[in-house]
């Protein structure tokens, strides 16, 4: 980062009380009023200079000895001023970055250009502008951030537009030409071993921007058409993790809602709001795990249903590149016990079959989302809270066609019957009514028929389609399901029995499931409960 130096002289400014002055043999003369400060100052080196003053003293009668000015509306406030009133002393004065901006909006306030005396103070700063800070990477966007405090002047002295101009150019330099430091922390990069600079170096620095400002270099960026979708996606992957809470942790985000204040929500809102809208309409320009947290995010920030409908419809366009991790999607409503917000998965995978039939695309990747969600059910199964309606719901979302077998169906019944015993007879009909018994494996249709857990009549499909694919006439248990009644359902039973050696522990025995960390989501179940039981009494 570049430096300007002006003046010579120490700095005299001393302070007493809530008086700022300069040590001189001289009495002041000049009083500058800015809100609480007062500065006991000279006529001499700061009329010559300012145009304002020149204009306000000029005003005053002419035997006036002392003046009194007030400047509360100079941009920058005291800081501002001292660099200014700094200036016309000689006083030695530092300037980078940092402080270019106030430096001269507060300069142009007090009208300190060549037109009042030459060499002044303006021309300086432009000069320092031009030849140091826009040819600066990192002197760029500190510049630019810095405007925010004073957006107004910063864009009537076009200074947010030559800095843009200026980033947006170095942004579209290949990587080959660019030689100027910048911030790279990702995990495994170092600029010492690496000879060649990574594609997206850029996108770390502007992340400090503002929410409006990043926007506005987003949009140049894209309408340039130069960069391809997948690079601005990561630049808004880098802004998000930055600005967003969890974008990147699976954590739930009631865990974090207590610490949010409602100003960080609607701050919060509106970068997800914005990012949304910036998203690239090529397919992978946001990887599908980052658009499910996103996705989430939306939700617990209450962001509007445009955001909402658009990330699902982007989720829905590369669900077939999910991971069930990446589902796990935390429920946001105090209102809802279940853990897991399946009624959001759902959403996508309407939008993915929506778009799918649109597109008449192939079996495969039909093939693949069905078996990522029955992984998937597999897991919210062992939400305690979860109703049989939502497994239900996902699982005959999806057509026929979409599944080749059903033992990850039966997979995940098992498991829910396992962790909800306490189901109806009505429910358990419903639950297993999903299932498509002609469609289990040997393996499965074994475990299924010793299984207690699972309803009479569907332990007797399970059979009846088991023996009718092997063809077996013995003991007919197609002839028996003909006869009807309940002694034909005791002689299946018995049928199973005898074949299979159905017993009282029979329920017990386990095939391969899909196994998340039981212990944690136990952990996170005690939390939701300490969580609601906390949201209770405080409403109490």
């Known amino acids: ?32 009023q800015i809100k609480n400060t007062k500065y006991l100052l000279h006529k001499f080196p700061l009329v010559p200079k300012c145009g304002l003053l020149q204009q306000l003293c000029s005003q005053r009668p ?16 005291e800081e501002a001023f001292e660099l200014c009133a700094k200036f016309c002393y000689g006083i030695t004065i530092n300037l980078s970055a940092y402080n270019f901006v106030p430096a001269f909006c507060a300069a142009k306030f007090l009208r300190m250009s060549e037109s009042v005396e030459k060499g002044n103070f303006v021309q300086k700063l432009e000069a320092f502008f031009g030849t140091c800070i826009l040819e600066g990477w990192k002197d760029s966007v500190v510049t630019l951030e810095s405007t925010t405090k004073l957006i107004e002047w910063s864009e ?48 770390e620095d502007i992340s ?57 929500v609607r701050k919060h809102r509106q970068v997800l709001e914005t990012i949304a809208t910036m ?5 992978g320009s946001l990887s599908i795990g980052f658009t499910l947290r996103l996705l989430s995010l939306a939700n617990f920030l209450a962001a509007s249903q445009s955001t909402k409908s658009e990330l699902v419809r982007r989720a829905g366009l590369q669900l077939d590149e999910a991971t069930v991790e990446a589902m796990l999607i935390p429920s946001s409503s105090f209102s809802d016990q279940c853990f897991y917000d399946i009624d959001l ?115 007797v499909q399970v059979l009846f389609f088991d023996q009718e694919r092997h063809g077996r006439s013995k003991n007919s248990v197609s002839r028996a399901t003909r006869d009807g009644g309940a002694s034909s359902e005791l002689g299946r039973l018995l049928e199973a029995e005898r074949k299979y050696g159905r017993s009282e522990g029979a329920g017990e025995v386990e095939i391969k499931e899909e196994e998340p960390s039981v212990s944690k989501l136990e952990s996170n179940k005690a939390m939701r409960r300490r969580q609601n039981s906390k949201h209770g009494s405080s409403k109490g």
């Not at 690079?231 to 600005?243: D, F, S, T």
């Not at 998203?279 to 397919?283: D, K, L, N």
């Open 156 to 203: 009537n002295l076009g200074i947010i537009r030559q800095c843009i101009n200026s980033i947006v150019e170095k942004i579209l330099t290949p990587p080959s030409k660019v030689t100027w430091s910048f911030t790279y922390t990702r995990p495994g990069y170092s600029l010492k071993r690496q000879h060649s600079v990574p594609k997206d170096w850029w996108t």
């Open 345 to 459: 998965v759902r959403a996508v995978v309407e939008s993915f079959l929506m778009q799918w039939r649109r597109n008449n695309e192939s079996l495969t990747s039909l093939r693949k989302v069905t078996k990522l969600v029955d992984a998937y059910l597999q897991v919210v199964a062992r939400d305690g809270n979860m109703p049989v309606s939502k497994i239900v719901s996902l699982a005959e979302s999806l057509p026929d066609i979409a599944r080749l077998d059903h033992d990850d169906i039966y997979k995940a019944i098992n498991i829910y019957l396992k962790e909800h015993p306490e189901i109806s007879k009505a429910e358990k009909k419903q639950l297993c009514q999903m299932l498509d018994c002609r469609k289990l494996s040997q393996e499965v249709c074994a475990h299924a028929v010793r299984n207690e857990r699972l309803p009479l009549r569907t332990v």
């Open 1 to 32: 980062m570049k430096f300007m130096k002006l003046g010579t002289r120490p700095d005299t400014f001393y302070t007493e009380e809530a008086t700022r002055s300069v040590s001189s043999d001289v009495p002041s003369d000049l009083i500058i």
């Open 62 to 77: 002419a035997d006036c000895t002392e003046i009194s000015v007030a400047l509360d509306e100079i941009p920058g406030g």
């Open 208 to 264: 400090i921007l503002g929410i409006d400002l990043f926007r506005c270099i987003i949009t140049a960026v894209r309408s340039t058409n130069v960069l391809p979708p997948p690079l601005i996606g990561e630049a808004l992957h880098v802004y998000a993790c930055r600005w967003l809470p969890d974008a990147t942790k699976k954590n739930r985000p009631a865990e974090s809602s207590a610490s949010q204040t409602e100003d960080d």
């Open 279 to 283: 998203i690239p309409t090529h397919r």
